[in-house]
Nanobody, 127 residues
């Protein structure tokens, strides 16, 4: 069984920064495409950022462009989300997602594309 585990969430003031990390645990697992989604209270889970296995394709949701940066370390099988200039509307539980097949090495903003999900890490931005 593979589980993705997120870390790095917390409480921060508007304008501050946080860095989220995600790594798989459990059986040996090679993550291909990886992504971050978020879910605010009372809202659907929405796409934040995605990165292909080779990092040559990266996508961002419009609300986070220019503020968030997704990156990965394939040697460690990890993905990161650097969040700068945080706003109260960024408050949500942030979930990591990954695919486990080479044919899904490219990135996608679609929730249904991903095979594995983490339970999330909470980010709260105060005004």
């Amino acid at each position: 069984q593979v589980q993705l585990v997120e870390s790095g969430g917390g409480l921060v003031q508007a304008g501050g920064s946080l860095r989220l990390s995600c790594a798989p645990s459990g059986r040996t697992f090679s993550a291909y495409a990886m992504a971050w989604f978020r879910q605010a209270p009372g809202k659907d889970r929405e796409f934040v950022a995605a990165i292909s296995w080779s990092a040559d394709n990266i996508y961002y949701a419009d609300p986070v462009k220019g503020r968030f940066t997704i990156s990965r370390d394939n040697a460690k099988n990890m993905v990161y989300l650097q969040m700068n200039s945080l706003k109260p509307e960024d408050t949500a539980v942030y979930h990591c997602a990954a695919t486990d097949r080479l044919i899904k090495a490219d990135a996608s903003p679609s929730r249904s594309y991903y095979d594995y999900w983490g339970l999330g890490t909470r980010v709260t931005v105060s005004s």
